[in-house]
């Protein structure tokens, strides 16, 4: 097993895939650039089930751990094209990106079931530095957690000193038209996170547990954006713009090649310009499902959405903005790309 396990903790193509709380130990799957790159997300649900995965303890598997690469993060709100992002930084030679490994999500949740901080750190400092395995020469890695881990982000730059972030977020009612237009499973998947912010104690705006009943799917919606993007204006304003850049949505998806080489260049990245990126796949194709963009699709699914939920979408919208008045909270955030 020592053999073994040396040869997979050495080889990044052998994704830390879980993490198993109650063994102390990592489940590894084999995962390849390629296979990263067809999928939107690092989970069992787009990769398939992993029948037998390697279980390797986690103290054995920091032993045997060798050079890590620079490792950067991109820290997102939701709907705001991160998936396209993380994927276009996939560049050999520059970088590997690697989009919401579940292990990630698991110590998200072990934090919210109480477990002690001290040894949480320590598990998170391993769990990064299997996932910061180089993949190439002179690469980094760039790591997209899902938003339920941005309670964890700032514990994250802490232990990766020399990491920088992108904060990147979708503008208000961009947010709020994603939400409309998926339909109701979304709007549960919005009532969902705002229980887990809730349990970070990420909301603090003034409002009683019972006024959440009150609310409509698109407010409690917007009382989930505003306290992830409080999170993201105490992010910056701790860690300033030396680590910290941020982006919206449509600055991002209006000019994909520019915006992909400025957050390249925020990481330091090999590859800088416009023209590393133009044509790349995750670029001229939808992320999620592979198929190429029509020109103006994005725009259009907008109107669309427009049409059907503009009126409340634009009474939500303010009433965000107005609760954010009452917070401090500005609606766009510092340090932009």
């Known amino acids: 097993m020592t053999a073994s396990a040396a040869r997979i903790v050495t080889d990044p193509e052998w994704l830390a895939h879980r993490y198993d709380e109650q063994h102390d130990a990592f489940q590894f799957r084999h995962v390849t650039r390629a296979r990263h790159a067809e999928v939107p997300f690092a989970t069992d649900d787009c990769l398939g089930k992993e029948a037998e995965p390697v279980v390797i303890g986690r103290q054995q598997a920091a032993a045997l751990l060798g050079e890590q690469a620079p490792i950067h993060f991109i ?21 590997m990106g ?32 299997q996932l910061a395995r180089p993949w190439g020469q002179g690469e980094a890695v760039v790591l997209k957690p899902s938003n339920v881990f941005n309670g964890l982000a700032m514990g994250a730059l802490h232990l990766r000193p020399a990491a920088k972030a992108l904060l990147l977020y979708a503008p208000i009612e961009e947010y709020l038209l994603s939400v409309a237009r998926k339909g109701m499973w979304c709007r549960l998947w919005a009532r969902e996170l705002l229980e887990s912010l809730l349990i970070d104690g990420m909301v603090d705006l003034g409002f009683e547990p019972r006024d959440y009943l009150r609310q409509t799917d698109l407010q409690v919606a917007g009382v ?82 427009r049409e059907t939920y503009g009126d409340e979408i634009d009474k939500v919208a303010e009433w965000v903005r107005v609760a954010g008045a009452r917070n401090g909270i500005a609606m766009e955030l510092p340090f932009a790309l």
């Open 75 to 95: 820290f997102h709100s939701a709907f705001c094209a991160s998936t396209m992002l993380v994927r276009a930084l996939d560049r050999p030679g520059s970088a």
């Open 98 to 129: 690697i989009s919401e490994p579940v292990a990630l999500n698991d110590m998200a949740g072990w934090r919210k079931r109480g477990a002690e901080l001290r040894k949480h750190a320590m598990v998170m400092n391993d769990l990064l530095g």
């Open 224 to 305: 989930g954006w505003l306290a992830q993007h409080n999170l993201f204006h105490r992010m910056a304003a701790h860690y300033g713009p030396e680590r910290i850049a941020t982006l919206d949505s449509e600055r991002l998806t209006s000019d994909p090649a520019s915006s992909v080489a400025k957050v390249a260049a925020h990481f330091g990245l090999k590859a800088q310009l416009a023209a590393d990126y133009a044509g790349h796949a995750a670029i001229v194709r939808n992320s999620k499902s592979g198929d190429a963009f029509a020109h103006g699709e994005r725009q259009m699914d907008q109107q669309r959405a």
